[in-house]
């Protein structure tokens, strides 16, 4: 069974605007992190935001925010005020406690800001 | 400053030329693993290693092998590729036993096998 899922391929947004990125996850492990990365065009991995299973608050890193509905199994991306270098692929992965050796990713969704 | 290391960043080669891609990072992290991202598939587990000499098969382990004999390098090795080990490689390294540690990536190696 897929682990995470990222149901929008790809996305645009106008700049200056917000967007939300999808991501469900499937666990049966009480304590696991969930995590967001961007990747740009140049290919590299970049950490933007974290939210723990035990986090009671919604994870918060400058424009990124994360919408964590535990019992809906969800941890959608929310990028506040879209720039044009937020354009760039966006992966959702997860840290289960059971094989914390290993992020689970979703397949991503692309983002394209438009100036 | 803190990193994870990949060499090389491009690499065509053809079909059964072994290579390696080597990996190293300076953080002094246990774990360490190797992904390949594939469209539409995302990044899987290639292989991982929890600290020197103990490595284990992730998810897509065929026609890969790795070795841990420093904590701090972890080659990945392709005995005989083949045209379906085309992808982006990313090693990653990380401390262990905790769920909220983050995954830090190198730069990625792009390969192409004809």
């Known amino acids: 069974a897929q682990k995470i899922t990222q149901t929008q391929p790809g996305m645009f947004v106008q700049e200056k605007e917000a967007v939300t990125l999808d991501c469900t996850y499937d666990?049966?492990?009480?304590?696991?992190?969930l995590f967001w990365y961007k990747q740009p065009s140049s290919g590299e991995m970049i950490f933007l935001i974290y939210?723990?299973?035990?986090?009671?608050q919604n994870a918060t890193e400058g424009r990124y925010s994360l919408n964590f509905q535990k019992a809906r199994k969800s941890a959608n991306l929310v990028i506040s005020a879209s720039q044009l270098g937020d354009s760039a692929m966006y992966f959702c992965?997860?840290?289960?406690?059971?094989?914390?050796?290993?992020?689970?990713f979703g397949a991503g969704t692309t983002v394209t800001v438009r100036a | 400053e803190a990193q994870v290391t990949q060499n090389p960043r491009y690499l065509i080669t053809v079909t059964g030329k072994k290579l390696t891609v080597t990996c190293s990072q300076n953080?002094?992290?246990?774990?360490m693993s190797w992904y390949r991202q594939d469209p539409g598939l995302g990044l899987r587990q290639i292989y991982y290693?929890?600290?020197?000499?103990?490595?284990d098969k992730g998810d897509v382990p065929e026609g890969y092998k790795v070795s841990r004999k420093e904590k701090r390098n972890f080659p990945l090795i392709l005995e005989s590729p083949s045209p379906n080990q085309t992808s982006l490689y990313f090693c990653?390294?990380?401390?262990?036993?905790?769920?909220?540690?983050?995954?830090?990536f190198g730069q990625g190696t792009r390969l192409t096998v004809v």
């Open positions: 990653a390294s990380s401390f262990g036993g905790m769920v909220n540690t983050e995954a830090f």
């Open positions: 992965a997860m840290r289960e406690a059971y094989n914390d050796y290993k992020l689970s």
């Open positions: 290693s929890m600290n020197v000499e103990v490595t």
């Open positions: 939210q723990g299973s035990y986090d009671e």
């Open positions: 953080m002094n992290h246990e774990y």
């Open positions: 666990t049966s492990d009480q304590s696991y992190g």
